[in-house]
């Protein structure tokens, strides 16, 4: 064989160039099957009822590299509250509580992303609930970013506690003197998120 076309078909045969890793994009979304919403409030004054919503979505825009860039969008179908109790959840659905037929959803919208320390940040958003919308911060918990043969994950826990008579939230009833659902309502945000 002659050793230009040798070289010719050598050539021809080479294993094409590794593509390029994929840049990041910085955005990011929930997963909902390694994410929970959740929440707990007291009980009579003495213990502890503990729920969670079941439907919601959360677009988060980050770049490690800059948290103070960040933002999220979380939406919460306020029907979806679950505390294993039919008739508690009910009782949540009801126009004494969520009023879900007029308030289908609550939603987060960040307005400030401050660092607190090593590998937390502080979010300050608008909640907006009932048709209310109040100022809250989330204490958040940043995990790190992953790069899984599915793609990269980043994951945030957040914390807050809301008091329910803000977003017109007042029924109550007593029992025994004590109050049957307490006023304050602390939440608590488990996202693990994979990159779009």
């Given at each position: 064989?002659?050793?230009?076309?040798?070289?010719?078909?050598?050539?021809a045969y080479?294993?094409?160039?590794?593509a390029?890793?994929?840049a990041?994009?910085?955005?990011?979304a929930?997963?909902?099957?390694?994410?929970a919403?959740?929440?707990?409030?007291?009980?009579?004054?003495i213990t502890?009822?503990n729920?969670?919503?079941?439907q919601?979505t959360?677009?988060?825009?980050?770049?490690?590299?800059?948290?103070?860039?960040?933002s999220?969008?979380?939406?919460?179908?306020t029907?979806?509250?679950d505390?294993?109790?039919?008739?508690?959840?009910?009782?949540?659905?009801?126009?004494?509580y969520?009023?879900?037929?007029?308030?289908?959803?609550?939603?987060?919208?960040?307005?400030?992303v401050e660092?607190?320390?090593?590998?937390r940040l502080?979010i300050?958003?608008?909640?907006?609930?009932r048709?209310?919308?109040?100022?809250?911060?989330?204490?958040t918990?940043?995990g790190?970013?992953?790069?899984?043969?599915?793609?990269?994950r980043?994951?945030?826990?957040?914390?807050?506690?809301?008091?329910?008579?803000?977003?017109?939230?007042t029924?109550?009833?007593?029992?025994?003197g004590?109050?049957?659902v307490?006023?304050?309502?602390?939440i608590?945000?488990?996202?693990?998120?994979?990159e779009?």
């Open positions: 064989m002659k050793p230009l076309l040798f070289l010719a078909l050598l050539q080479q294993a094409p160039p590794a390029a890793p994929a990041a994009t910085n955005k990011w929930a997963d909902p099957a390694h994410s919403v959740g929440f707990r409030v007291r009980h009579l004054g502890w009822v729920g969670q919503f079941k919601f959360a677009e988060v825009n980050y770049d490690p590299n800059n948290p103070e860039a960040a999220v969008v979380a939406r919460i179908q029907a979806s509250v505390t294993d109790n039919e008739r508690r959840d009910n009782d949540l659905r009801s126009s004494n969520l009023a879900v037929d007029s308030f289908p959803e609550m939603t987060f919208v960040s307005k400030k660092r607190a320390g090593d590998g502080r300050t958003g608008d909640l907006t609930l048709g209310v919308t109040r100022s809250v911060v989330l204490d918990e940043v790190g970013v992953l790069t899984t043969p599915r793609g990269r980043t994951a945030f826990s957040a914390t807050t506690t809301l008091k329910r008579q803000d977003y017109g939230i029924f109550n009833r007593l029992m025994e004590a109050q049957v307490g006023d304050d309502v602390k608590t945000i488990d996202i693990e998120a994979i779009r």
